[in-house]
């Protein structure tokens, strides 16, 4: 499988999946929480795929796992 682009509410979705917070409001850009990582997000209403692979890869190193595309795409 490989990733696609992905609506801001999907993503919001599968990041809950993780155990992230609730979205929370920011001074630029909204925010969640998983411990003391704070990923921003992006105030896009759809995701491309580069945007999605640099999003991951900051979630990955926030959470301290590596997320497959398959489990992605699965969540």
């Given at each position: 499988?490989?990733?696609?682009?992905?609506?801001?509410?999907?993503?919001?979705?599968?990041?809950?999946?993780?155990?992230?917070?609730?979205?929370?409001?920011?001074?630029?850009?909204?925010?969640m929480r998983y411990g003391n990582?704070?990923?921003?997000?992006?105030?896009?209403?759809?995701?491309?795929?580069?945007?999605?692979?640099?999003?991951?890869?900051?979630?990955?190193?926030?959470?301290?796992?590596?997320?497959?595309e398959d489990e992605w795409n699965n969540l």
């Amino acid at each position: 499988m490989q990733l696609h682009p992905i609506k801001r509410r999907e993503f919001i979705r599968k990041l809950r999946h993780l155990g992230f917070s609730d979205v929370q409001p920011g001074a630029k850009h909204a925010f969640m929480r998983y411990g003391n990582y704070r990923p921003r997000l992006p105030n896009d209403d759809e995701y491309s795929v580069p945007l999605l692979k640099y999003l991951l890869r900051q979630v990955q190193n926030g959470i301290g796992r590596s997320i497959s595309e398959d489990e992605w795409n699965n969540l």
